[in-house]
């Protein structure tokens, strides 16, 4: 594992914003941390990060533990927060450098990684610009370049999206996928439900100071009552035969679709359908439907989380 939690706490005078978390983030994977404003996600990255320390609880990030060994958990970490740490009156090539500078890195290695992030995030022409000049999705993936000046292993990404138009939204998306390829992990926080349910590997929903849900987006989505199969039929005689097979159906003979709540998993769906085969029902086409994240936040946090899209 490249991050291992267990019981974190922390509290700000009599509240409780963390009350006992456990987390563990595998190698190579990205790993969503989603809850309502305030629900203690930024503060979970501090902790991680090292900014903040944690009033109780332990965590080894990068196989170091975070109490004990700080500086190389720092070595071993990038973090992109919800606000740019771009300078602005600096070009894109003195940012990154500086970044270099900062890491040791030395004249001639940090020349040569600079000259890499720069062409890898399409930033070659606009080297030479003040930051300031920079279009909202171009200051992101900067700010994203200069976390990796440093090669982490594990980087935190706190609502990287924020701000960002559709198209530059999915760049960056992209872009995390190609780190993730590269064997990095990734710790995202994000008020997009679409992108935890586009990029993670495993969600988890933070509400009240406790993690109330973990598991893949299907998973998840499995939890919330409203799934269903929609069955469609080639004739009304099929649909008719099919609907007396199935207990608690709802048909539709306009459509020529009968509606079968289930949960949607391959059991659930392969023992439907070898039912309806014994009976000698004929299906046209099938397709299953899941409650989506949105669905999922609302049923287990007691906070609406703004959801833009």
């Given at each position: 594992?490249?991050?291992?939690?267990?019981?974190?706490?922390?509290?700000?005078?009599?509240?409780?914003?963390?009350?006992?978390?456990?987390?563990?983030?595998?190698?190579?994977?990205?790993?969503?941390?989603?809850?309502?404003?305030?629900a203690?996600?930024?503060?979970?990255v501090?902790?991680?990060?090292?900014?903040?320390?944690?009033d109780g609880?332990?965590?080894r990030?990068?196989?170091?533990?975070?109490?004990?060994?700080?500086?190389?958990?720092?070595?071993?970490?990038?973090?992109?927060?919800?606000?740019?740490?771009?300078?602005?009156l600096?070009?894109?090539?003195?940012?990154?450098?500086?970044?270099?500078?900062?890491r040791?890195?030395?004249?001639?290695?940090?020349?040569?990684?600079?000259?890499?992030?720069?062409?890898?995030?399409?930033?070659v022409?606009?080297?030479?610009k003040?930051?300031?000049t920079?279009?909202?999705?171009?200051?992101?993936?900067?700010?994203?370049?200069?976390?990796?000046?440093?090669?982490?292993?594990?980087?935190?990404?706190?609502?990287?999206?924020?701000?960002?138009?559709?198209?530059?939204?999915?760049?960056?998306?992209?872009?995390?996928?190609?780190?993730?390829?590269?064997?990095?992990?990734?710790?995202?926080?994000?008020?997009y439900?679409?992108?935890?349910?586009?990029?993670?590997?495993?969600?988890?929903?933070?509400?009240?100071?406790?993690?109330?849900?973990?598991?893949?987006?299907?998973e998840?989505?499995?939890?919330?009552?409203?799934?269903?199969?929609e069955?469609?039929?080639?004739?009304?005689?099929?649909l008719?035969a099919?609907?007396?097979?199935?207990?608690?159906?709802?048909?539709?003979?306009?459509?020529?679709?009968?509606?079968?709540?289930?949960?949607?998993s391959?059991?659930?769906?392969?023992?439907?359908?070898?039912?309806?085969?014994?009976?000698?029902?004929?299906?046209d086409?099938?397709?299953?439907?899941t409650p989506?994240?949105?669905?999922?936040?609302?049923?287990?946090?007691?906070?609406?989380?703004?959801?833009?899209?």
């Open positions: 594992m490249m991050i291992t939690a267990t019981g974190l706490r922390r509290s700000y005078g009599d509240h409780v914003v963390l009350d006992g978390i456990d987390l563990h983030v595998p190698r190579g994977s990205i790993f969503s941390l989603l809850g309502a404003n305030g203690g996600k930024t503060t979970t501090k902790i991680l990060s090292t900014l903040i320390r944690a609880g332990s965590a990030i990068a196989g170091h533990d975070l109490a004990t060994e700080p500086d190389a958990v720092r070595a071993a970490i990038g973090v992109t927060g919800q606000f740019s740490a771009v300078d602005n600096m070009t894109g090539r003195e940012n990154l450098s500086l970044m270099a500078d900062l040791h890195l030395g004249r001639a290695t940090g020349r040569r990684r600079v000259d890499e992030l720069l062409e890898r995030f399409d930033l022409e606009a080297a030479r003040p930051a300031s920079y279009s909202g999705g171009m200051r992101r993936r900067l700010d994203l370049a200069m976390t990796l000046v440093g090669n982490p292993r594990v980087i935190f990404l706190d609502e990287p999206t924020t701000g960002l138009d559709p198209r530059s939204r999915r760049d960056m998306w992209q872009i995390v996928r190609d780190l993730v390829a590269g064997g990095v992990s990734i710790f995202l926080t994000t008020q439900l679409e992108e935890a349910d586009q990029l993670a590997d495993r969600v988890a929903v933070l509400n009240g100071g406790r993690i109330v849900a973990e598991g893949t987006t299907e998840l989505k499995r939890r919330i009552p409203g799934g269903h199969v069955l469609r039929f080639a004739d009304v005689r099929h008719e099919a609907a007396r097979a199935v207990t608690r159906a709802t048909s539709d003979a306009e459509t020529l679709s009968l509606r079968v709540p289930d949960d949607g391959p059991e659930a769906l392969r023992s439907l359908l070898n039912h309806l085969d014994d009976h000698a029902v004929r299906i086409s099938v397709s299953v439907h989506d994240l949105d669905d999922v936040f609302l049923a287990l946090t007691d906070k609406e989380l703004v959801v833009s899209r």
